[in-house]
Structure formats: C-alpha cells, structure tokens
C-alpha cells in the first residue's frame, strides 16, 4: 500500500493535490476538514462541537478528530492506499496515525509530503478562497492568521516526528497546480517503487 500524509499549512493546496494524487495512484483520500464540514452541514452532534473550535480557527480536541478518523479508516475500500489531508496535525494524532494504520490496516506511512508556502501567500490565497467557499474560517484575516498560528504552535512538531524517522519530504507548494502535482508524483514514484 502507499499511505501519504499530506502536509502543509492551511492553504497551501493539500486539497488541490490530494485529488491529483488520488486519480494518479488510485488512493482514498481521508480529509478531517471536509469531514468536519459535512457533519457541520448536517447539524450532527459532532459539527456542533466542530463548529465551536473552526470558527475560531483552532483546531478540534484531538480525541474528537481521532475517533472520527478512525471510523473513516475502517470503511472498506479496494484503492492502492491513503492519502491523509489535515490529520496529523498534532504530535499525539501523529502517535495515533500510527497506531491506526499499523492495528486497522496492518501497514504504515510510506512518506510525508509537505507543501511549502510563505505566510503572505497563504493569506492571500485564503482571504480569495473565502470569497467564493463560504467557509467561515477562510471569511476573516484574524481567523485566517489563528490558524496558521495554531500550524506553528501544535502542527509544525508534526514535520519533526516524520523527519525522525526518515520520511519527510519537502515540496514547493508555489508555482502552477501541474508542476507541483509532477514533483509530489514523482516522490510517490520513488517511494512506490
Ligand atoms: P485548512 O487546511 O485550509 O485549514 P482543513 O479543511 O484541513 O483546512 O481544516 C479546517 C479546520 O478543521 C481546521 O482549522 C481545524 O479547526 C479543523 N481540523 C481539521 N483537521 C483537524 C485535525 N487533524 N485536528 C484538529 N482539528 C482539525
């Protein structure tokens, strides 16, 4: 199998190259943001607690987002592996990750892919996405620059863990959506082989 987590500071693409990856490696994506949403949408128990942390831009307590994660992971599939998109993002999911891919799946990470965007893009590329998403923690600047905080403060450490054990990559997440897919496919190819 190939398990990717899909790293990077909101906004800098995860989405966009998520679905990339998928249609190219036959992978099931696992979201917890648009997880999130559709329970939000759906006025479940579970977006209203969401909803109070998101709006705010921090994130939701990790037991929470585990345990949704984990009832996400035991669906069956018939795909080549996983992208995970939004999750780890803290050292304790990153403990759990492992966990739940080695006791569900019987498998482990392969590689964690990390877009890098300065702070000034993403931003901009958020405050533009909010325009047309109706996302309301993409509606405000403070919103916007709580969450990239929140990335420094409790997801950064993430990039360590992977570093530790080998399997952290880097990728310029600024440039055209094709050239960046070409250069994560690439580190999936080396990985896969
Ligand atoms: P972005 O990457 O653009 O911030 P996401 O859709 O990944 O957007 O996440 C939106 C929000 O959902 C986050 O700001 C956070 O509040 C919550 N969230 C998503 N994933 C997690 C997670 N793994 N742990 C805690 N909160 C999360």
Redesign the pocket.
Known sequence: MINIVLFGP??SG?GTQAQNLIEKFNLKQI????L?RYNMKNGTALGIL?KS??DK????P?QV?TDMLIEEVKKPTNTNGFIF??????AN?TDALETIVKDILNDEISVCLSLIVSDEILVERLLKRGETSGRT?DSNEEIIRT?IKEYYTKTAEVAELYKQQGKYVEVNGVGGIEEIAAKLFAEVEKISL
């Open positions: 909101p906004g995860k979201s917890t943001g648009d999130f969401a942390y998101i831009g921090e994130l939701v990790d987002t998109d939004g999750y780890p993002r803290t999911q923690d969450r």
